[in-house]
C-alpha cells in the first residue's frame, strides 16, 4: 500500500522560511520521481517542483530561485524547502508520485505565510 505523509507547514511571516518532508512506503522510492503540487483558496491545484530519481530538478517560474527540492533515497523522503516566502505561496502542499500505473496523493500540508 503507497502512502505519502506530509509534514512541516505552518504560519510564517513574509520573507521566512520552512521546509516541508514527505515520507514515502509501498514504493521502491530510489527510482521513483517525486512532485510538491500546491492548491490555494479557489484556485487550481499547481505543480511547485518535481525531482527525477536522478535528481534533475524542475521548479514553477513562481518559485524558481526561492524553493529547493531535494531527496534523501535512505530515508524515502522528498523535500522542499522554501525560502523568502511571500503571502501569494499561501496554500495546501501536496506530495506526488507515480507508481505502477497510478498517481499518489499525500494529504497535504498547510502553508500560511502572513504578518
Known amino acids: 500500500q503507497v502512502q505519502l505523509v506530509e509534514s512541516g507547514g505552518g504560519l510564517v511571516q513574509p520573507g521566512g522560511s520552512l521546509r516541508l518532508s514527505c515520507a514515502a512506503s509501498?514504493?521502491?522510492?530510489?527510482?521513483?520521481?517525486m512532485s510538491w503540487y500546491r492548491q490555494a483558496p479557489g484556485k487550481e491545484r499547481e505543480l511547485v517542483a518535481r525531482?527525477?530519481?536522478?535528481?534533475?530538478?524542475n521548479y514553477a517560474d513562481s518559485v524558481k530561485g526561492r524553493f529547493t527540492i531535494s531527496r534523501d533515497n535512505a530515508k524515502k523522503t522528498v523535500y522542499l524547502h522554501m525560502n523568502s516566502l511571500k503571502p501569494e505561496d499561501t496554500a495546501v502542499y501536496y506530495c506526488?508520485?507515480?507508481?505502477?500505473?497510478?498517481?499518489?496523493w499525500g494529504q497535504g500540508t498547510q502553508v500560511t505565510v502572513s504578518s
Open positions: 506526488n508520485c507515480y507508481w505502477s500505473s497510478r498517481v499518489y
Open positions: 509501498g514504493v521502491f522510492f530510489p527510482i521513483v520521481a
Open positions: 525531482i527525477s530519481s536522478g535528481g534533475t530538478t
